[in-house]
């Protein structure tokens, strides 16, 4: 079956732009979680969602970040008055349930470079 | 809070050699998951192995394995008769027993397969 996938693949934006991206996981999967990946550091966690209950914000760097998902399915992540320590690969993740012991599947990422 | 660390920033293995990525963590819970994923230049994370802290026989998938040493929380990964498709980064990743919690992950290891 399809994978998570996640669009644009890559964004280029100025400064002070907000950008929007988004993240269709695995049909079915109740657990959505986005991550950060800067250069040269390994992935850090943002924000989490698990079916219909409040979302983990504890994550999320600042409150230009924030992050929905519609009708327990795609999500999107909005990143407002973008600065250049933003620029990263956003990566998203879905697992089959929140069980610690379930696999997360990742999407190839959004690479976003602010200029 | 848990933290994971790759001491080996690089690696490199002749192809068709054993190498062995080395991945430490911190915790005070007695029962977790470790992780190994593979992220290739298409950035997808791929899960290559999972080892459950209760578990004490060490987990193998086909030619990778890892040495899971509770007593010294250290968790590597064996990649055994080494392939150019091997090369990628490779990331140790710690998830607690609780619900709704999310992977912390180590910075990453580049493996370099040398034909």
């Known amino acids: 079956g399809a994978g998570v996938s996640q669009s644009p693949s890559n964004k280029v934006t100025e400064k002070g732009k907000d950008v929007e991206l988004r993240c269709d996981p695995i049909s079915g999967h109740t657990a959505l979680y986005w991550y950060r990946q800067s250069l040269g550091q390994g992935l850090e966690f943002l924000i989490y969602?698990?079916?219909?209950?409040?979302?983990?914000k504890s994550g999320l760097p600042s409150d230009r970040f924030s992050a929905e998902r519609t009708g327990g399915s795609v999500s999107t992540l909005t990143i407002q008055r973008t600065q250049q320590e933003d620029s990263a690969v956003y990566l998203c993740?879905?697992?089959?349930?929140?069980?610690?012991?379930?696999?997360?599947?990742f999407g190839p990422g959004t690479r976003l470079l602010v200029l | 809070a848990q933290t994971v660390t790759q001491s080996q920033p690089e690696m490199s293995v002749q192809e068709a050699e054993t190498v062995t990525l080395s991945c430490t963590y911190d915790t005070s819970e007695s029962d977790y998951y470790l992780f190994w994923y593979k992220q290739p230049p298409s950035r997808q994370m791929i899960l290559v192995i999972r080892?459950?802290?209760?578990?004490?026989q060490n987990a193998t998938e086909n030619r990778f394995s890892v040495n899971f040493q509770k007593a010294a929380k250290s968790f590597s990964l064996k990649i055994s008769d080494s392939q150019l498709g091997d090369a990628a980064m490779y990331f140790c990743a710690y998830r607690s027993p609780r619900g709704n919690t999310p992977l912390v992950f180590g910075k990453g290891t580049r493996l370099s397969v040398i034909a």
């Open positions: 080892q459950e802290a209760y578990k004490q």
């Open positions: 993740a879905s697992s089959q349930s929140p069980y610690p012991r379930e696999t997360q599947y």
């Open positions: 969602f698990q079916g219909n209950s409040a979302p983990d």
